[in-house]
């Protein structure tokens, strides 16, 4: 029938699958709490979440805003710094026997231990906040970015030596665009992970932000306030994320995963 085709080709579309998939989790996530009777105290009910959302719009925007400048500002220093790290690293192998290991290791350390210094340090504005996401979100953009580098052909470097390409030219006609897909899968991943840092330095030392409103709603046991709160975190952390797609769809559509013809499973 045609209204059956017409709901298959809408639940088949790229954009309605992920809104479908949500509302199977609500419901699912309804379900089981009616049925195994859970307290509100432990797991509230979606529709309690939602209530809470509403009626603490105002304020969840407004406590948003500090989170989201916190994360724009720790993204935008990991891209600014990351890049041009990886590419001192991709092109020297005694710079990358220097800076890896201890890129390395400052990755293995929690960022929640070191936080409580940039408070003592730089007071209880945003810049601890910023500079959380910033050793959050730096990391990947550096290896996705020396990936990107060290990965492209050797006949294509052969290529541009035939035809007595200089470094300069070599790096922007050949080098940039080749890691390109790289490097937004990294900033990919650093957008998300500035919104955790800056959401860390919050937990550490703020009077405002989603991570203050967290702290807040775990002191009084406010679930649905909780989960709300939870909800706007990964509301932002989606919305930065596909803007970073919609600018990599923009720069390099010319990649296999943005053109028709892309092969994948179903």
Partial sequence: MPIIRSLRRLAGSEA??????????????????RLFKIP?????????VVLELFAQWPMLLRETMPTLYATLGGFAL?????IPTAMLIASSRTVE?????????????????????FVVWFGFGIAPKVISA????????????????????NDMLDLARS???????????????????????GLKVSITLAVVGAVVGEFVGSNSGIGYVLQIANGN???????????ILSL??????TAIDFAERLLIPWHASHRGDFVGTN
Avoid: C, E, H
Avoid at 16 to 31: N, Q, S
Avoid at 78 to 82: K, N, V
Avoid at 139 to 145: D, I, K
Avoid at 221 to 231: G, N, R
């Fill in 221 to 231: 046991f406010d679930l649905p306030l909780m989960f709300a709160a939870l909800f």
């Fill in 16 to 33: 309605i699958r992920p809104a479908l998939l949500i509302v199977i989790i609500l419901v699912g996530w309804d379900v089981g709490v």
């Fill in 97 to 117: 026997s220097y800076l890896y290991p201890i890129l390395v290791f400052s990755q293995s350390v929690p960022k929640i231990a070191v936080a409580p210094l």
């Fill in 78 to 82: 990991s891209a600014l710094f990351g």
């Fill in 134 to 153: 910033f050793l959050l979100g730096f990391f990947p953009v550096v290896v996705a970015t020396v990936l990107g580098l060290k990965s492209i052909d």
């Fill in 163 to 185: 035809m007595r390409a200089g470094a300069l030219r070599t790096f922007l006609r050949i080098r940039l665009p080749n890691a390109l897909p790289s490097i937004f899968g």
């Fill in 40 to 48: 509100p105290y432990l797991i509230p009910a979606p529709t309690a």
């Fill in 236 to 241: 932002m952390g989606v919305l930065l994320f």
